[in-house]
């Protein structure tokens, strides 16, 4: 298994099979709800619709739970799961306490940007001393443009190839009728 695999939780994972398997069921039947799927998938409150709404902008997939989890297993499988980690990571930072802000920085620092970091991300030279200069004062604001950059490398790079993906494409893919 790939080291990305192993990053990504396994509920994640689980949750992104059952919204395959869930949205490939949907396309058979007429109904766009899913009030009638087990109790294991009461849970996932989607219609056949959803999906399509994930290829209106990048920021609609990203606050879609379950398009998060898509796209995050979408990233595993072209071995870049650590961007969107690493844009999740910083997500989290900013709504840390201050008191806390300083281990967690220097725990994401370590982690996505460091020299030797386990899931470098791809930062060009001047954000990575940018974002070294700020760890000497963490602050909310700590990694705000290498965020930035990780932000903008998957929506120009990542989200299009998930949009012409095979997992998308069969999750918004109309069911036949006849």
């Not at 994930?54 to 920021?59: G, L, N, T």
């Not at 739970?65 to 995050?72: A, I, M, S």
């Not at 997500?91 to 967690?104: C, F, I, V």
């Amino acid at each position: 298994m790939c080291r990305g695999l192993d990053s990504l939780p396994s509920t994640c994972l689980e949750r992104a099979k059952e919204l395959k398997a869930l949205f490939g069921s949907l396309l058979h039947k007429s109904e766009h709800s899913i009030t009638s799927q087990s109790k294991k998938n009461e849970k996932l409150r989607l219609n056949v619709d959803e999906p399509l709404k994930w290829k209106e902008s990048f920021d609609k997939l990203l606050s879609s739970q379950n398009g998060l989890c898509l796209f995050r297993a979408f990233l595993v499988s072209e071995f870049s799961e650590e961007n969107i980690a690493f844009y999740l990571a910083c997500e989290d930072y900013q709504a840390t306490k201050p008191s806390k802000q300083a281990s967690k920085a220097k725990k994401i620092y370590d982690e996505f940007i460091g020299a030797d970091a386990p899931r470098e991300v791809n930062l060009d030279h001047l954000t990575k001393a940018i974002t070294k200069e700020n760890m000497k004062h963490p602050g909310q604001s700590c990694f705000d443009l290498a965020q930035a950059k990780i932000y903008t490398l998957m929506e120009k790079d990542c989200y299009p190839r998930f949009l012409k993906s095979t997992t998308y494409l069969e999750v918004t893919r109309k069911p036949k009728t006849g």
